[in-house]
């Protein structure tokens, strides 16, 4: 099958997520900095979700790019994801409402871990159709980012819970910020191809 239907709706569900998380940021019922300053903790919680999101949003273009067609399994593998990803703009906000309370930070992490699960099996149905030997089998390799990824949000629910929120919070930036750079071992394995 082709790939571009698959494409297309992701695009258009990425960007309908990052649109309903924007509306989440209420306008301040004053005029003053004080309550501008409330909005901080949703504004934060906001900015890491636009970053997860389009990190996601980027890292999956490049694996749409290495793959040439899709199927079934590849399909459903991906509303997989996307159905993570949908409940993004919740658990920011739940997270951000509530200024990285224990119980909703913990729940964003899981969010994050589950969206990192599914990405990953969405990479191995592309490699499994594709097999072993294809561009995208190189390029992953033996995924280290992605297992260190999995590893740090397994580690931040339980940080979180334990009553250290910003810590696991570092945590997720910390993941964040390995992956914001779209995936260049995708990229250069293309380039070389």
Known sequence: MNKTRLEAFSDGVIAIIITIMVLELKVPHGAEWKDLAQLGPVFLSYVLSFANVGIYWNNHHHLLHAAKKVNGRILWANLHLLFWLSLMPFTTAWMGENHFAALPTA???????????????????????????????????????????????????????????????????????????????????????
């Not at 397994?154 to 919070?169: D, E, F, Q, R, T």
Request: glycine share 6%.
């Open 107 to 193: 729940v964003y992490a899981l969010d994050l871990l589950v969206c990192a699960v599914a990405y990953t099996l969405l990479q191995f149905e592309i490699i499994r159709l594709h097999g072993n030997e294809s561009v995208l089998a190189s390029a992953i390799g033996s995924d280290r980012k992605g297992k260190i990824s999995l590893a740090a949000y397994v580690l931040s629910i339980p940080i979180a819970l334990l009553g250290y929120p910003l810590m696991a919070g570092a945590l997720m930036i910390a993941v964040a910020a390995m992956w914001f750079i779209p995936d260049q071992r995708i990229e250069n394995t293309l380039t070389h191809e």
